[in-house]
């Protein structure tokens, strides 16, 4: 680099492997996937590696609870309950993330909720009533906030040309948690763990092994990460490269944006689905289909796998159409995505044949993912100084979805509260067509304004801070 007598930005790294925009923070203008450099590309693999291994020992108990509802003698109404709570616990710990997010950055609270996420993991095993169930799954559930910090380290690292992108695949990636979990705890780890002991004491002691990976995972992103492109917040803040965020003035700007309870409701009509497909799908298929447990998971686990691709699809979509219409075209993509996922609903809920469930699953499973991905398209453009909080109320809607689903589930038959759930998913797609993004057309409204630059997350100038979040709130 020339020495043109110009002081030198006391950012962390004055170089990147990655091409970047200095106008948009030195996000990078690109995603490669096999390189694990720092700090773009390690914030992506840390990013959707602990969402993975928080979504794991979120689910780990999913497909083993055939056997605890026998060992416990439990019913119905009492695993449903538990399940519940395990995506209800999460809503809160969502709404504080996001703004906590802005203020201190992903990296650490990573850290913080898989250590003590990962405590209640390991002590499964000590559940002996429906009660302890309840408790043990509402405590577990915080591993769910994570979702929080993955989507706001990639919208952190990644320009608005590729933030679609970069957001679904971190976020399908950390998903595919949920069909992992499936087939490792139910299918791998479960039956392995019984060769040496009866079953009870095979559901009470195999936890241990995703706590232990959870522990160690968020020791370790502290000492192998950055929270943005220059550097970790606290010596940007040092050295006057950030303001201090108000974490209530990020989450008051955010709340009271109008676009952001649209994206909740169709948030929780793909992500509220896939977290109770993540709990009924094992019981569901052993139930109807009259499946071994084993069995079942490993059907179950397909739901989850299709993560490895949908989501990002989503986001890869959202992108394409953005490129092509602007915003209006990232609409389009998750309205039409929503329509088709309603659409699987429906013929899944009348599946009675067990190859004919398992095909439209599959397809039910892709639509809902990439509408996800599609969602977190949008999210980063609705008011980009508050991107954390936002994400945070956004994903809170996805447990919020999951709690109402769940409901239905515990109070109707099986196919009923799969038509409700389609019912809902279709209403969501009507909505988008009130999504009215400042300087971005609608679907059927608005109209872009001529200079769309450094429209997603980056740091405001200190003096800019709190003036952009009072303007986006008038």
């Not at 299918?187 to 522990?215: D, H, N, Y």
């Not at 000492?223 to 006057?240: R, T, W």
């Not at 989850?304 to 219409?325: T, V």
Request: overall charge neutral; proline content about 4%; some cysteine.
């Amino acid at each position: 680099m020339a020495d043109d007598g110009a002081p030198i930005e006391p950012k962390k790294y004055q170089t990147y492997a990655l091409q970047i925009d200095p106008d948009q923070d030195d996000k990078a203008k690109e995603i490669k996937l096999c390189n694990f450099s720092r700090p773009h590309m390690r914030a992506f693999h840390c990013s959707w590696w602990n969402f993975f291994v928080a979504f794991f020992i979120w689910f780990a108990i999913a497909p083993l609870l055939p056997e605890i509802k026998e060992t416990l003698q439990l019913e119905k109404k009492q695993i449903w309950t538990a399940n519940i709570v395990s995506v209800a616990g999460t809503i809160l710990m969502r709404f504080a993330l996001g703004p906590a997010c802005d203020k201190y950055g992903a990296r650490i609270l990573f850290a913080v909720v898989l250590c003590t996420a990962s405590i209640p993991t390991a002590l499964t095993g000590l559940v002996n009533s429906a009660t302890g169930l309840v408790i043990l799954r509402l405590f577990i559930g915080i591993a769910g906030g994570t979702f929080v910090m993955c989507q706001y380290w990639s919208s952190r690292m990644f320009t608005k040309e590729v933030v679609g992108t970069a957001n679904a695949l971190v976020g399908g990636w950390g998903n595919l948690g949920g069909g992992v979990t499936q087939l490792v705890m139910g299918s791998v780890l479960f039956p392995l763990f019984k060769l040496g002991m009866s079953p009870e004491q095979a559901w009470r002691t195999v936890c241990i092994v995703p706590a232990v990976v959870a522990f160690a995972s968020g020791v370790l992103v502290i000492f192998i990460s950055d929270d943005a492109p220059k550097g970790n917040y606290k010596e940007l803040k040092k050295n006057g490269l950030m303001p201090e965020v108000s974490a209530a003035a990020s989450f008051r700007s955010g709340a009271a944006n109008f676009n952001t309870w649209v994206l909740f409701i169709q948030y929780g009509c793909c992500f509220g689905v896939e977290l109770t497909m993540n709990n009924a799908a094992a019981s569901y298929f052993r139930t109807k289909f009259k499946l071994t447990t084993e069995s079942a998971a490993a059907i179950a686990s397909i739901f989850g796998f299709m993560n490895l691709f949908a989501r990002g699809l989503g986001g890869f979509c959202s992108d394409k159409m953005n490129a092509k219409m602007g915003m209006r075209g990232r609409i389009l993509a998750q309205t039409v995505l929503l329509i088709f996922e309603s659409i699987m609903v429906f013929i899944f809920a009348n599946s009675e044949n067990l190859a004919g469930a398992i095909v439209v699953m599959v397809f039910f499973s892709v639509f809902v993912q990439a509408a996800e991905g599609s969602t977190y398209g949008i999210v980063p453009y609705v008011n980009p100084p508050c991107t954390g909080s936002i994400a945070g109320i956004v994903g809170a809607g996805g447990n919020v979805g999951a709690v109402c689903f769940g409901l239905g589930f515990r109070q109707l038959p099986a196919k009923n509260a799969f038509i409700v759930m389609a019912s809902c998913i279709m209403g969501s797609a009507v909505v988008g067509a009130f999504i009215n993004i400042k300087g971005h057309r609608g679907l059927f409204f608005g109209q872009d304004a001529p200079d769309q630059k450094a429209t997603t997350l980056a740091v405001p100038a200190p003096e800019d801070d709190e003036e952009a979040m009072d303007n986006e709130e008038k």
